[in-house]
């Protein structure tokens, strides 16, 4: 995705990207694999526009998380990340609990706790990705009551290398590529 777009979600909301999104979308002749976060819900309901499937690379980490278990913290670099990361494990909870797979706490509503790893979006934007990965690992193993860790941005993935919790912590980037993949096959 292109930096502007996310600078003007960030600022506005992912709504109002959704022309500029439409046309960069527009033309696509397979499967499309929308690996900002904060972008991805506009990008995926464009689907139906684009005439060809739109997949959200955090999707699968999403319904990872919730067949993980109900207590989830969300970790992000950057706050506009946050809300639609919640709003897609709420989905993906819903999906779960209609298929019969409602996860680690069946009968228990989901509860999402998001953190923002103050300082390290400024990491990442200066170029230093190893201070960036060290901020969010450090801030994954801070958690201690919730059932998953999911980093909400594919950028954050390298941090799962470096945590010492036990807790699962879930990133985008393979289970994202790995169900685009699948959908290409299928297509």
């Not at 002749?29 to 959200?56: F, N």
């Not at 999906?95 to 400024?122: D, F, K, Y």
Request: aromatic share 2%; net charge negative; proline share 7%.
């Amino acid at each position: 995705m292109a930096p502007e777009l996310l600078d003007r979600a960030r600022a506005h909301g992912p709504g109002p990207v959704a022309p500029d999104v439409l046309a960069r979308l527009d033309g696509a002749d397979g499967p499309v694999l929308v690996t900002c976060s904060t972008i991805g819900a506009v990008a995926e309901s464009l689907a139906p526009a684009l005439g060809v499937p739109v997949l959200r690379v955090d999707r699968p980490m999403a319904a990872a998380a919730v067949r993980t278990g109900r207590r989830i913290a969300v970790l992000a670099t950057v706050e506009s990340t946050l809300a639609p990361t919640a709003a897609l494990l709420a989905e993906e909870a819903g999906l779960a609990e209609e298929a019969g797979q409602a996860g680690g706490a069946a009968g228990r509503p989901l509860s999402v706790r998001t953190h923002l790893v103050a300082g390290a979006w400024a990491l990442f934007e200066a170029g230093d990705t190893a201070a960036h990965l060290r901020a969010v690992a450090a801030a994954a193993d801070a958690v201690t009551d919730a059932d998953a860790v999911v980093l909400a941005q594919a950028s954050m993935a390298g941090a799962a290398d470096l945590v010492r919790t036990r807790l699962p912590v879930l990133s985008s980037p393979r289970p994202g590529l790995a169900a685009a993949l699948d959908l290409a096959a299928r297509a």
